[in-house]
């Protein structure tokens, strides 16, 4: 059984940081994107960041360009999501995904090209 699950998530200051983590199970992801998307109340779901897992390259949203940055633990069948100088628009439900590495990135930033999906972590920043 696929699972990925999320972990990290909480409240924190503006201009704090947090660090948002995503096990991943029950089959190899070697060939798979690993994204981070996010969702506030009342909003679509918005892409933030990817990792190719078998490369590493990553690609990001621009407004987080700068301030986050993804990672992988090939060991630990982990990907990372590290956010800085954190803003209160940044508050939203984030989840962790899987989409198949088809060998072209043009798809990456829609979420319904994503197979799999966790159950999402609450991130609050207070002004």
């Known amino acids: 059984q696929v699972q990925l699950v999320e972990s990290g998530g909480g409240l924190v200051q503006a201009g704090g940081s947090l660090r948002l983590s995503c096990g991943a199970s029950g089959r190899t992801f070697y060939s798979y994107f690993m994204g981070w998307f996010r969702q506030a109340p009342g909003k679509e779901r918005e892409f933030v960041a990817v990792i190719s897992w078998s490369v590493g390259s990553t690609y990001y949203a621009d407004s987080m360009k700068g301030r986050f940055s993804i990672s992988r633990d090939n060991a630990k069948n982990t990907v990372y999501l590290q956010m800085n100088r954190l803003k209160p628009e940044d508050t939203a439900v984030y989840y962790c995904?899987?989409?198949?590495?088809?060998?072209?990135?043009?798809?990456?930033?829609?979420?319904?090209?994503?197979?799999?999906w966790g159950q999402g972590t609450q991130v609050t920043v207070s002004s």
């Open positions: 995904a899987a989409a198949r590495n088809t060998g072209s990135s043009w798809y990456v930033e829609d979420p319904s090209r994503y197979d799999y």
